[in-house]
């Protein structure tokens, strides 16, 4: 859990991935070094199963969008409140490439409307 760290470099949390080969929860609230690069490293790199990234303001749906389509049917859960830039496309890739998806926090994401909360709610593991 790494809410709330500050100074942390996007060179120094990148460096680390490729060590976290067993890791599969990772928290990162309020690490506002947290991009869309260091998403898309992550995504690719480690074999996430659940994620925080809530208020992590840097992130759009490009980084979450390679999450989505590169944990696929891994990734179980997923916060992101108050990531301020997500929009419907986010939720219509988490809909389409995760099947698994059992837990999703978007709270406060202003740019969500009712056709990206329709996509994701036909996930059926969310609405049972």
């Known amino acids: 859990d790494l809410t709330g760290c500050r100074g942390l470099s996007p060179e120094a949390l990148a460096a680390g991935i490729p060590r976290l080969t067993n890791l599969k929860e990772l928290c990162l609230d309020t690490v506002t070094e947290v ?23 840097r992130l759009t749906d490009e980084g979450l969008c390679a999450l989505a389509k590169a944990r696929g049917r891994h990734l179980l859960e997923l916060r992101c409140g108050d990531v301020t830039k997500l929009t419907d496309r986010t939720m219509l ?36």
């Open 93 to 128: 890739d988490l809909a389409e490439a995760c099947p698994e998806l059992n837990s999703l926090h978007v709270q406060r994401c202003a740019k969500l409307t009712d056709a990206g909360i329709a996509a994701v709610a036909s996930n059926g593991k969310l609405c049972s």
């Open 35 to 57: 991009d869309d690069t260091f998403l898309q490293l992550l995504a690719v790199s480690v074999p996430l199963e659940r994620l925080s990234v809530n208020y992590c303001t």
